[in-house]
């Protein structure tokens, strides 16, 4: 398997703004997803871009308020997380090799990494 190491986390109160960064190494991706787990919460679907279409696809509940998005180079990917809620808080995960399921299912992707942490406090 090829590492996935998120960075960015961070505690910030309500309404500001974090920006994570997902790296993979010795993988260039086409498509890649972003999930988060709330302590005692199964792990919840956030966003998902394909670089060939370009197409994105986000959770309603972050929808308008998170962009998903690719970096420079193609081993790199960006969530721009704005207005954050109490609700986002939780652990962050980048996930890739994704399978061809639903882009929301985590078992369709292979490679994940550790995580980083995100805490928003009222």
């Known amino acids: 398997q090829v590492q996935l190491v998120e960075s960015g986390g961070d505690s910030v109160q309500a309404g500001g703004s974090l920006r994570l960064s997902c790296a993979a190494s010795r993988l260039t991706w086409n498509s890649l997803a972003w999930f988060r787990q709330a302590p005692a919460k199964e792990r919840e679907a956030v966003a998902f871009?394909?670089?060939?279409?370009?197409?994105?696809a986000y959770a309603d509940s972050v929808r308008g308020r998170f962009t998903i998005s690719q970096g420079n180079s193609k081993n790199t990917a960006y969530l721009q997380m704005n207005s954050l809620k109490p609700e986002d808080t939780g652990m962050y995960y980048c996930?890739?090799?994704?399978?061809?399921?639903?882009?929301?299912?985590?078992?369709?992707?292979?490679?994940w990494g550790q995580g980083t942490q995100v805490t928003v406090s009222s």
């Open positions: 996930a890739a090799g994704y399978t061809g399921r639903p882009w929301d299912d985590a078992d369709a992707y292979r490679y």
């Open positions: 871009i394909f670089t060939g279409s370009g197409s994105t």
